[in-house]
């Protein structure tokens, strides 16, 4: 069965720092592999998604995920961290049986 | 005009009530999914239907029954309300890669059940 690990629950950067978050996943094909983040009260919104072709994706808010397929990685980078971007990050796993999974999450917050 | 929208946005009740919550999307997708969030904020996949056929039913009592009328509203309906229901519910939509799509979820704002 497919699995998400987010092995950070918590971090924090001060603003304008660099960021990153992991992700690993386990399944036995190429998945696809989706971030998602969802701010406080609000559902979860798409910031950046990987199918196949170049490993390093562009999504928005100036993020950025490489896949390492070499060790089922899958994660999310940032080089200048806004406060606005203090927030709940999810790596999710999409197989072709059409279920994503989700990892556990983890809490970004921003120190000024 | 929201992709997704579910209602109410709040719901706090009694123990032992029963409660439904409605969700619809405007994105023509096929396949539409509830969510539920607990308190430490793990996301967990309850139920998912595509064009109105249950296909993904995960370990759920059965005292949370869902209904899709048609492939456009999915609808959550809870019996006998416990404490250990009180979370938020996500509704999603997604047109899966089997369908040509990408799987991507777009998820509405939540449904914070609070049961008393």
């Known amino acids: 069965a497919q699995s998400v690990t987010q092995p950070d629950i918590h971090i924090t950067v001060s603003e304008g720092a660099s960021l990153e978050l992991r992700c690993n996943y386990s399944?036995?094909?190429?998945?696809?592999l989706f971030w998602y983040v969802q701010s406080p009260g609000q559902g979860l919104q798409l910031l950046l998604k990987y199918f196949s072709g170049d490993t390093l994706v562009q999504g928005i808010k100036g993020f950025e995920a490489e896949f390492k397929r070499s060790q089922s990685s899958f994660n999310l980078r940032k080089p200048s961290v806004h406060w606005s971007d203090a927030a709940e990050y999810f790596c999710?796993?999409?197989?072709?049986?059409?279920?994503?999974?989700f990892g556990d999450g983890t809490t970004l917050t921003v120190k000024p | 005009d929201t992709a997704v929208s579910q209602t109410p946005k709040y719901l706090v009740t009694q123990m032992g009530n029963d409660k439904s919550i409605k969700c619809e999307q405007n994105?023509?997708?096929?396949?539409m999914y509830w969510y539920k969030q607990d308190s430490k904020k793990f996301l967990k996949i309850m139920f998912s239907?595509?064009?109105?056929?249950?296909?993904i039913n995960e370990t759920v009592p059965n005292r949370f029954s869902p209904k899709s009328p048609d492939k456009a509203h999915l609808n959550l309906h809870i019996n006998s309300l416990e404490l250990g229901d009180s979370a938020v519910y996500f509704c999603a939509s997604s047109q899966d890669r089997v369908q040509g799509g990408s799987g991507e979820l777009f998820f509405g704002e939540g449904s914070r059940l609070t049961v008393l």
């Open positions: 399944y036995g094909a190429t998945p696809y």
């Open positions: 994105l023509g997708h096929d396949t």
């Open positions: 999710a796993c999409n197989t072709n049986a059409g279920k994503s999974t």
């Open positions: 239907y595509n064009n109105k056929e249950l296909i």
